[in-house]
Structures are given as structure tokens and as C-alpha cells.
T-cell receptor
């Protein structure tokens, strides 16, 4: 199994809603990532988890809250988002943090109204 | 520090003709270089990876790339374009010697004309 699975594929939410994005991999990878991708732009790193611990937060606003319950799961909790947060949110994993190829999920297309 | 420059934001080729997508990089350390492909509304798929072994790297779907240290380049090529190759392509650099943030190029959109 070389897949990274993200749910939901599409999400529409209002600015007062609370929602969560989910990501799962069963490749035994110990590094997991959240990226944000705006249309026609490259992905931008948001968070890195290494061995279930948050190791990098790229100055992401607190309305985004990551969680790594175990080595296979990664969540991104969303609260009080703004319309400019609308984007494709990509989850990725790699064997370790150092210099490994990333396996990406298909993403969650988020629209904030 | 590291950076990656994709020299063309858009490339258009006819089906059956060669593809060349250009990528230049800079890195303070020995880099690892990757090419990823992204089809519309999809995640990114790894095409190939260079990690200081052979300088000519073969990937999936007939793509290959050549690492040229003297030119700091890692251009992606394919002998014959197929309609299914139409997508966005990202060149990515990471550095060895510990964790470095993965750096993406700005992407090249490949259009294949029938």
C-alpha cells in the first residue's frame, strides 16, 4: 500500500464552522506533512510531524490546528477560517524527515464562504 | 540555503514530439532533486528522484532527467509526448546533511496539442 488517503475530497464551510481534515497512511512512514496549495501555485508547507511530534510550524495562524494521534493518522482542525483560506490542502508522508521522497494524497479542496 | 527555478511557466508541445521542462537549482549542500506531476484537482505524484547515484535518472511514464552539477540543472525530458502528460510539473530540491525544508519550484504547465 503506497497510498496517502485524504478525506473529505471536497469541503465547503462557513467562517463560524468547525471542521477537520483527515489523512491516513499505512506505509510505516514517520514523517507527515500538511501543505496548502492555492490555484496555479506550488504547495506551501504548513506543518511537519516527525515521530508523532510537531517539529515545524511555518507560522500558520492558530485557526489551523494540527494533530497526530498516531503514526498513521494526521488531522487538521479548522475553526473560524477566512475566505482567503480557500485552497487545496495536501497531506504528504515520507519515511523520515531527512531527504526522503514525499508521497502525497489527492488533497481536500476547501471552500470557505 | 536552497532554491529552485523552473524556467518556463508554460510549455506547449504536439503529441508525439519531445518534451523538455527546465529546472535550475542552488543548494549549499549536496542536493536531492525530484520531479513531481500534478493533474488537475489531484495530489502530486513522484516522477523521479536524483540522490547522487547515476546522473541520468529514469522515472515513470517514460520520463527521465539528467543531473548536471556544472550547470546546476535537472531538466526533465520525454522522447514523445502523450495527451495524458498534460499536467503541472514541479521541480523540488532538498538538501542532505539533516532535515532541510523541501523547496518547490513554481511549476511548469505542460500542454499537449493533438
Amino acid at each position: 500500500d503506497t497510498e496517502v488517503t485524504q478525506t473529505p475530497k471536497h469541503l465547503v464551510m462557513g467562517m463560524t464552522n468547525k471542521k477537520s481534515l483527515k489523512c491516513e497512511q499505512h506505509m510505516g512512514h514517520r514523517a507527515m506533512y500538511w501543505y496548502k496549495q492555492k490555484a496555479k501555485k506550488p504547495p506551501e508547507l504548513m506543518f511537519v510531524y516527525s515521530y508523532e511530534k510537531l517539529s515545524i510550524n511555518e507560522s500558520v495562524p492558530s485557526r489551523f490546528s494540527p494533530e497526530c494521534p498516531n503514526s498513521s493518522l494526521l488531522n487538521l482542525h479548522l475553526h473560524a477560517l477566512q475566505p482567503e483560506d480557500s485552497a487545496l490542502y495536501l497531506c504528504a508522508s515520507s519515511a523520515t524527515r531527512a531527504n526522503e521522497k514525499l508521497f502525497f494524497g489527492s488533497g481536500t479542496q476547501l471552500s470557505v464562504l | 540555503a536552497q532554491s529552485v527555478t523552473q524556467l518556463d511557466s508554460h510549455v506547449s508541445v504536439s503529441e508525439g514530439t519531445p518534451v523538455l521542462l527546465r529546472c535550475n537549482y542552488s543548494s549549499s549542500y549536496s542536493p536531492s532533486l525530484f520531479w513531481y506531476v500534478q493533474h488537475p484537482n489531484k495530489g502530486l505524484q513522484l516522477l523521479l528522484k536524483y540522490t547522487s547515484a547515476a546522473t541520468l535518472v529514469k522515472g515513470i511514464n517514460g520520463f527521465e532527467a539528467e543531473f548536471k552539477k556544472s550547470e546546476t540543472s535537472f531538466h526533465l525530458t520525454k522522447p514523445s509526448a502523450h495527451m495524458s502528460d498534460a499536467a503541472e510539473y514541479f521541480c523540488v530540491v532538498t538538501a542532505s546533511g539533516g532535515y532541510q525544508k523541501v523547496t518547490f519550484g513554481t511549476g511548469t504547465k505542460l500542454q499537449v496539442i493533438p
